[in-house]
Structure formats: structure tokens, C-alpha cells
Nanobody, 126 residues
Framework: QVRVVESGGGLVQAGGSLTLSCAAS????????MGWFRQAPGKEREFVAA????????YYGDSVKGRFTISRDNAPNTVHLQMNSLKPEDTAIYYC???????????????????WGQGTQVTVSA
């Protein structure tokens, strides 16, 4: 079983920056992709960013391209989401997901079938 834990959420003013972190532990052998989704109140879940654990491929949702960066440091199965130029519409609960599969659909689909964290709140004030 894989346990996913997010951290780094908080309150920030519009235009500011925030970095989220996600650590997967447990049976992480074979993890291929890790990524982020978000869900604002009353809205559907939205794909934010993802990366292959080898750092070879990265993926971004249209609404965050150019502002958010997903990265992985040397710690195994740990990814970060650097969020710059934050807007009030970025306010949401941010969830991290990890998956061991690379077949069967888009990166969003692959991650949706993986292991998820409990989420961390990001609030951007105007």
C-alpha cells in the first residue's frame, strides 16, 4: 500500500508564490508518475501537473502553464509544486497522486487510478 502525504498549503496574496510538497511512502516500488490535482468548492476536480519519476516527462494543465512547475528532488518519491503568480482562482484543495501504471489512458486517468493524499488547502486572497 502506498501512502501519499501533501504539505505546504496556506494563505497567500495574489501574485505571490507557494510551494507544495508530496511524499509517497510504503510500497512505492514501481511508482512511475506523481502529480497534482485540485478541487475548488462547487467545481470539478482539475488536473494541475504531473511528472514521470525519472524527470523525463512533465505535464501541465492549461490554467497553470507558465506559472506552476513540478519537480522532483533526490528524495525518492517526493515531488514539489512551485506555484508562482498565484491568482484567487487558484484557491482550492490540492491533492497529490502517485501511480505505478503507464498504460490505459491519459496522465490524468493514470493518476486517478493511483494512490491519493488527503489534500492541502491553498487560499489566494485578492
Amino acid at each position: 500500500q502506498v501512502r501519499v502525504v501533501e504539505s505546504g498549503g496556506g494563505l497567500v496574496q495574489a501574485g505571490g508564490s507557494l510551494t507544495l510538497s508530496c511524499a509517497a511512502s510504503g510500497d512505492t516500488y514501481g511508482t512511475l508518475f506523481m502529480g497534482w490535482f485540485r478541487q475548488a468548492p462547487g467545481k470539478e476536480r482539475e488536473f494541475v501537473a504531473a511528472m514521470h519519476i525519472s524527470r523525463t516527462y512533465t505535464y501541465y494543465g492549461d490554467s497553470v502553464k507558465g506559472r506552476f512547475t513540478i519537480s522532483r528532488d533526490n528524495a525518492p518519491n517526493t515531488v514539489h509544486l512551485q506555484m508562482n503568480s498565484l491568482k484567487p482562482e487558484d484557491t482550492a484543495i490540492y491533492y497529490c497522486a502517485a501511480t505505478k501504471t503507464n498504460i490505459g489512458g491519459s496522465i490524468e486517468t493514470l493518476l486517478s487510478r493511483g494512490s491519493w493524499g488527503q489534500g492541502t488547502q491553498v487560499t489566494v486572497s485578492a
